[in-house]
C-alpha cells in the first residue's frame, strides 16, 4: 500500500520560514509528478507548487519568489522551502503523487497544518 506522509508544519510568525517534506513509498518515485496543495477553512484546495519527473517546476502567482519546490529521488522525498510567510499562507498543506505514465495513479497525504500568526 502507497503511503504518503506530510511532516514539518507548525506556527510560525509572518515573515519566518518553515520547510515541508513529504516522503512517498512509490516504486519509481522519479516518474511521478509531485505537488504541494492547500485548503484554508472556507476555501477550495489549491494547486501551491509542483515539480515534474524533469525537475521542471510551477507556482501559484501568490507564492512566487518566496517557496521552492524541490525533489530528491533517492530519497523518494519531496520538500516545500516556505520563506517569508504570510498571514494568508495559513491552510492544510497536502502532498500530491501523480504518475505520468497513468493519471488514473494519484496518492494523497493526510495533510499538515501550517499557521502564521503573530
Known amino acids: 500500500q502507497v503511503q504518503v506522509v506530510e511532516s514539518g508544519g507548525g506556527l510560525v510568525q509572518p515573515g519566518g520560514s518553515l520547510r515541508l517534506s513529504c516522503a512517498a513509498s512509490?516504486?519509481?518515485?522519479?516518474?511521478?509528478?509531485m505537488a504541494w496543495y492547500r485548503q484554508a477553512p472556507g476555501k477550495q484546495r489549491e494547486l501551491v507548487a509542483s515539480?515534474?519527473?524533469?525537475?521542471?517546476?510551477n507556482y501559484v502567482d501568490s507564492v512566487k519568489g518566496r517557496f521552492t519546490i524541490s525533489r530528491d529521488n533517492a530519497k523518494n522525498t519531496v520538500y516545500l522551502q516556505m520563506n517569508s510567510l504570510k498571514v494568508e499562507d495559513t491552510a492544510v498543506y497536502y502532498c500530491?503523487?501523480?504518475?505520468?505514465?497513468?493519471?488514473?495513479?494519484?496518492?494523497w497525504g493526510q495533510g499538515t497544518q501550517v499557521t502564521v500568526s503573530s
Open positions: 515539480i515534474s519527473s524533469g525537475g521542471s517546476t
Open positions: 500530491n503523487a501523480r504518475s505520468t505514465f497513468d493519471a488514473n495513479y494519484i496518492y
Open positions: 512509490l516504486s519509481r518515485f522519479s516518474t511521478y509528478v
